[in-house]
């Protein structure tokens, strides 16, 4: 059972495809970005947002698989200890990309 109306959640759609879309335009330049300079803590928030909004609009819409990517990709670009010599170092102001963190 819909918690609303079918023609709710074709306007709530309409309204989350239009956002992602915005969105990822929005990502795409924080990419951008974010090759030319990768610990500018700024453009790492734009990046962060996003990814924060989309995920959580795309599960409000049911796009779970979605909502999914989000959560992962937004662990990617948080704060995370990456080994350093032979212990783990807090690194505030690093994105850390690897699977090993």
């Known amino acids: ?14 309204l989350f495809f239009e956002t992602a879309n915005e969105l990822l335009q929005s990502l795409n330049e ?3 970005d974010l090759e030319a300079n990768p610990t500018d803590e700024e453009v790492i928030r734009r990046v ?3 990814v924060h909004t989309l995920k959580g609009d795309s599960a409000a819409c049911g796009f779970h698989k979605l909502s999914e990517l989000g959560n992962r ?3 990617r ?5 990456c080994r350093s010599g032979g212990g783990r ?9 690897s699977t090993r963190c």
């Open 1 to 14: 059972m819909s918690l609303f109306p079918e023609d709710r959640n074709a306007e709530l759609r309409a």
């Open 30 to 32: 924080a990419g951008l």
């Open 48 to 50: 962060r947002r996003a």
């Open 73 to 75: 990709s937004q662990r």
């Open 77 to 81: 670009f948080a704060p995370c200890r």
């Open 89 to 97: 170092q807090f690194r505030r102001h690093a994105l850390c990309l």
